[in-house]
């Protein structure tokens, strides 16, 4: 099988292809990534020598780019990661959200659809459905009722797959995850912004009251789901992926500093984000009936060992938070 994989320079991209390729040994991958600052290419570093991995630069919204990898590598399946993913740059600047997740999916598809090929998966996001009341669950049928702007720029990509599916009979798949944890997670994103922080001593900034309720799947277990829906995914369909393993952005800090021994007084209220979204918690029975997906990791586990990894990888994110990131961190967050 001949995979095309967007966006896997990323945090869940390069997870999945080291999973695919691990898992499957007559898989080939293709990346395509721009390398936005999100996109590191030591994410997959292990990987430079294997022959059945292949990296280019480029854009999915090139519609000549892909077109020639498509062809040329004759590509079975597309799975499209990429996109700008984070909620607060897309309150300081929405436009690139439309961009790269409205129209860069456009041409994914558009391409997938002249080269009939035989599947195209989409990697969406429990957003789009909103927020939740303090109970309840996220299934594929909840409206979608995005609130920011990534979210909304992930819909938009949401229904333009589904009409293909309708419009064109195209083979296609929706996976809607929670929140993801795990290694090479970028550090503006809460577990390994907190770690970090708190391993370079630094205060650790929490919005609001911290008792935004968040659903966390570690990204193996996503890993496992999406490639179970490459190979049985019914066509047309869409699958929640979540680990049934909701916790407040407060339980998740305090949690870590237990862990590092280090006490809660560093944690820094801060305010809150514009719209932020109350709860997500998503409802897996659909992929656990149909495809007999179930997560691997118990929370605690796997948040304890993305901990070491993150202490025992320190080069790792300390190039990243030493260059053009630490920039936009004194903005966001203002110099500490
Ligand atoms: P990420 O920001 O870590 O990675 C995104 C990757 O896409 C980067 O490597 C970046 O360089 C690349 N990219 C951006 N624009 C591109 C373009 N125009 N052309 C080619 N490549 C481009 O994101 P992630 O956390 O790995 O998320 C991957 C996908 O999963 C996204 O579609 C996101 O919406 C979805 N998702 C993520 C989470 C999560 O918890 N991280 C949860 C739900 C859904």
């Known amino acids: 099988m001949k995979l095309l994989v967007t966006g896997g320079a990323g945090f869940i991209g390069s997870n999945f292809i080291r999973y695919v390729l691990n898992k499957h040994e007559d898989y080939t991958v293709v990346n395509l990534d721009k390398?936005?600052?999100?996109?590191?290419?030591?994410?997959?570093?292990d990987l430079e020598k294997d022959p059945r991995y292949v990296f280019v630069k480029g854009d999915i919204a090139h519609k000549e780019l892909v077109s020639m990898i498509v062809r040329q590598m004759e590509?079975?399946?597309?799975?499209?990661?990429?996109?700008?993913s984070h909620v607060d740059r897309s309150i300081s600047d929405p436009g690139i959200f439309v961009q790269t997740n409205i129209t860069g999916t456009q041409v994914l598809l558009e391409t997938a659809r002249e080269n009939k090929i035989k599947k195209y998966?989409?990697?969406?996001?429990?957003?789009v459905y909103g927020s939740l009341g303090e109970t309840g669950y996220f299934t594929e049928e909840?409206?979608?009722?995005?609130?920011?702007?990534?979210?909304?720029?992930?819909a938009g990509a949401d229904l333009l797959v589904r009409a293909y599916y309708e419009t064109y009979g195209m083979n296609v798949n929706i996976t809607r995850c929670s929140n993801n944890y795990g290694p090479y997670?970028?550090?503006?994103?809460?577990?390994?912004?907190?770690?970090?922080?708190?391993?370079?001593?630094?205060?650790?900034?929490?919005?609001?009251?911290?008792?935004?309720?968040?659903?966390?799947?570690?990204?193996?277990?996503?890993?496992?789901?999406?490639?179970l829906v490459i190979r049985d995914g019914r066509p047309g369909e869409v699958y929640n992926i979540g680990g049934h393993n909701e916790r407040t952005n407060l339980d998740i800090v305090r949690a870590i500093l237990d862990k590092l021994g280090m006490g809660h007084e560093r944690i820094q209220f801060v305010a809150d984000r514009l719209g932020?979204?109350?709860?997500?918690?998503?409802?897996?029975?659909?992929?656990?009936?149909?495809?007999?997906?179930?997560?691997?990791?118990?929370?605690?586990?796997?948040?304890a060992e993305t901990i070491d990894w993150y202490l025992a990888n320190r080069d790792w994110w300390h190039r990243i938070r030493t260059g053009d990131y630490q920039k936009y961190y004194s903005k966001q967050y203002g110099e500490r």
């Open 35 to 45: 390398l936005t600052y999100a996109g590191n290419p030591d994410n997959l570093a």
């Open 75 to 84: 590509i079975d399946v597309i799975v499209n990661f990429a996109a700008e």
């Open 121 to 127: 998966v989409q990697i969406s996001t429990d957003e």
């Open 142 to 154: 909840t409206p979608l009722a995005p609130n920011s702007p990534y979210s909304a720029s992930k």
């Open 185 to 227: 997670h970028f550090p503006e994103k809460l577990i390994p912004l907190m770690i970090t922080n708190a391993v370079e001593g630094k205060t650790l900034p929490v919005y609001g009251d911290g008792l935004n309720v968040r659903d966390w799947l570690h990204v193996t277990d996503h890993a496992a789901a999406i490639d």
């Open 276 to 303: 932020h979204d109350r709860r997500y918690a998503i409802d897996p029975a659909k992929i656990t009936a149909e495809l007999g997906w179930k997560p691997q990791y118990t929370f605690e586990t796997g948040l």
